[in-house]
């Protein structure tokens, strides 16, 4: 099996970026991966695994509140290497765990729920508000998610990311696309 880091890495190779492990010679919280296109920097990025937590038969966070907490954390990482913004900053989250999907971050990001064609829980309010309030959707440009279970790689832009025209360009402009996250078609 294949480590997440290395999923990473794989997936940018399909999208002809390559992705740097940042040194652990850096001391503190910082991103994983420099993203580099024909050798020139082009952006950050955080990976974040989300595995199935589970404590005596119940999910010990809920998938909202994990996916926040992620969120706000990658954005804090991301600051640490790119505190100027000079830089598009990525948060990629692969997925381990049937019970999460798509439609959570979506739900984080938006505050609304996927559309009624896909089954989603009752919903709490107020992950985005926390978002916005402590600055982290300024912060971050781009998402990517995969499940390590599926075959779509979903995308979401922040429509006020001063990068939006280079990531449509160099990572996808569309909302989905259908690939293994190995980066196999």
Not at 13 to 26: F, G, L, M, Q
Not at 47 to 55: G, T
Not at 59 to 75: K, L, P
Request: aromatic share 12%; with cysteine.
């Amino acid at each position: 099996m294949i480590d997440d880091k290395q999923l990473a890495i794989t997936f940018f190779k399909t999208k002809n970026i390559e992705a740097r492990h940042i040194p652990e010679v850096v001391e503190g919280e910082k991103a994983d991966f420099e993203l580099y296109v024909e050798n020139h920097l082009f952006g950050y990025c955080e990976l974040k695994s989300i595995a199935d937590f589970k404590i005596y038969g119940t999910h010990y966070s809920t998938a909202y509140d994990t996916i926040q907490a992620m969120t706000h954390r990658a954005a804090n990482q991301l600051k640490a290497v790119n505190s100027d913004h000079a830089r598009p900053n990525i948060v990629f989250f692969i997925n381990h765990d049937h019970e999460k999907g798509w439609q959570d971050l979506w739900y984080v990001l938006t505050d609304h729920e996927m559309p009624q064609t896909q089954a989603t829980p009752p919903t709490e309010l107020g992950h985005l508000k926390r978002l916005l309030k402590k600055g982290d959707s300024e912060i971050i440009d781009f998402f990517i998610w995969a499940d390590t279970f599926g075959k779509i790689i979903s995308y979401s832009i922040n429509a006020t990311s001063p990068f939006n025209a280079e990531l449509r360009e160099t990572i996808s402009s569309m909302a989905y696309e259908e690939m293994n996250i190995d980066g196999h078609q």
